[in-house]
Structure formats: C-alpha cells, structure tokens
C-alpha cells in the first residue's frame, strides 16, 4: 500500500491557514492540526502533565487540568521557559504527527504546522504550502499581532522555501479556489 502524499500547511499568524485547511478537507485530503495535537497532549499526556508538574508545580493546572493561559503567562514572558516547554512539545507533536501520516490511506495528507520552518520540519514532508497575508490583515483578524512574531521566520523566506504560495487577502471562495488548485498538482504529478 503506497503511503499518501505528506504535505505540510504552515504560515504567519492570523494568515488563514485554518481556512486552509478545512479547505483541503472539503476537497477530499486527510487533514491533521499541530494544534489540536498540543492540545490533546495537554489533555491525555500523562507524560506531559508529569513534567508541567515537575518545573512549575500546580499553579499550571486547573481542574487537574493543564491550564494553557498560565502557561503561557510563563512561557511568553520567559524565553528559556518557553524552550523548554518546546522542549518537551516539539517530539510529542512530531512522533503523532507521524503516527497519524503512518495510519493515512488516501493520496494526500495535509498537516498544519505553523512553526514548521522554526522547527525544522520541513524535511518531513514531500510537500509544503505556505499561507500568507499582509500585516495589516492579519493584524484585523486578530485584533493585532501576536508577542511571538518577532521569533518567526519571515514570510518572504517562508515562500521562497514553500513549493506553493498563496497571499490570503481576498475571499474564502479565492482561497478555496486555490487549494482546489493544490491538490490538483499534487494529484496529477
């Protein structure tokens, strides 16, 4: 059985790629999100909630719960706390990532990965899409930029690097257009 074609879906924040990828759904591709993966780990990882437990205690828990708000009250004030959130993130996410491409049967298999080039996780995938917009319509999507911009790589490196591009400032129909597009390249190659 010939395994599906692995595409990675990545972009700046706020550029669209969640639209994206419901958009390769609805187009017949298996799709998979890094973050809802983080957020089952945060929820059934015992693992994980081990070593939240270990370096911050239960003030990052609620509910018995891990509590993403004040981790992230942590993790975004701190750089080497984020690290090592990363850290422990980073191979949970890449070794479901893989477990989910491995069990995929159809032709092609998407997975949204924003930090995909700051990982370096490009080389795991036959494919990359790259999702962007301009900082003024990403800033109105998301009622202003995020704090973790500044560690992204540019998205002018990240189209030069994608094997498709797509500048996010027109309608959902341009953008399902497409990725409509997409996958028939992909399909025919």
């Not at 015992?46 to 993403?68: I, S």
Request: a negative charge; glycine letters at 10%; proline letters at 3%.
């Amino acid at each position: 059985m010939r395994r599906p074609l692995a595409v990675a879906l990545t972009g700046g924040i706020a550029a669209g790629k969640s639209e994206a990828l419901r958009a390769f759904a609805r187009h017949g591709a298996a799709v998979e999100s890094s973050d809802d993966v983080v957020h089952r780990l945060y929820a059934e990882d015992e693992g994980l909630h081990e070593a939240l437990c270990a370096r911050w205690g239960e003030r990052v828990f609620r509910g018995g719960e891990p509590d993403r708000a004040a981790i992230g009250e942590i993790v975004f004030a701190d750089r080497g706390e984020l690290a090592w959130l990363e850290g422990e993130l980073h191979p949970r996410v890449r070794a479901a990532v893989s477990d989910w491409l491995a069990r995929q049967t159809g032709d092609v298999a998407v997975v949204e990965i924003p930090l995909l080039y700051e990982t370096g996780g490009e080389s795991r995938f036959d494919r990359v899409v790259v999702v962007t917009a301009p900082a003024q319509v990403r800033a109105g999507r998301r009622g202003g930029l995020a704090r973790r911009e500044e560690r992204l790589v540019p998205d002018e490196e990240k189209v030069r690097r994608a094997d498709f591009a797509y500048v996010n400032d027109g309608t959902l129909e341009q953008l399902d257009a497409f990725v409509a597009g997409v996958l028939e390249a992909l399909r025919s190659s």
